[in-house]
């Protein structure tokens, strides 16, 4: 692709990297804040819309920079669960609610995509299946909207 990454070389860093983390119980959260290296400030939208198609407005979500960190977005503390990707977070929110998802070096966009979206994965598992369901319903109204059907491929 683009970025000229290795996709089998990105999933074989998930498999052992992590695949092999303790992840927190996800089910406890229906709060996350993202923190992402500065370099990868263009993939925060991409994030945010996963979370918002799979979760809608049920589980909340902020994604920013490390170097955003900075600014007042933690000033009302909520409870809620912080994944640093890269660089420990030794910063925001409690110790025992941190989680630290390593990256490898030279990491690009399409790698830090495929591991922002497995996390998010993760914690679907964890949580109900709004997205399914609810895609039936959204895929009827969105075919009137487009003028043309969206079918459901979500089984």
């Known amino acids: 692709g683009k970025t000229n990454e290795d996709p ?3 999933q074989k ?3 052992q990297e992590i ?3 303790t992840l927190p119980d996800f089910s406890q959260y229906d709060k996350y804040f993202f923190i992402v290296p ?3 400030s263009g993939i925060i939208r991409m994030l945010e819309v996963k979370f918002i198609e799979l979760f809608g407005r049920r589980i909340a979500r902020d994604v920013e920079t490390r170097e955003y960190m900075k600014h007042a977005v933690t000033v009302v503390p909520s409870e809620e669960l912080f994944i640093s990707f890269g660089e420990k977070n030794t910063i925001w929110g409690e110790p025992e609610k941190r989680l630290h998802i390593p990256l490898p070096e030279n990491v690009g966009y399409a790698t830090m995509m495929a591991i922002g979206y497995y996390v998010i994965a993760q914690i ?3 949580h109900p299946p709004y997205f399914k369901e609810n895609i039936a319903l959204y895929t009827e109204k969105a075919s009137k909207v487009f003028g043309s059907e969206i079918k ?3 089984e």
């Open 152 to 154: 459901v491929i979500v």
């Open 38 to 40: 500065p370099k990868f």
């Open 124 to 126: 679907q598992k964890q």
């Open 13 to 15: 860093f998930i498999q």
């Open 8 to 10: 089998e070389k990105i």
């Open 19 to 21: 695949d092999t983390l």
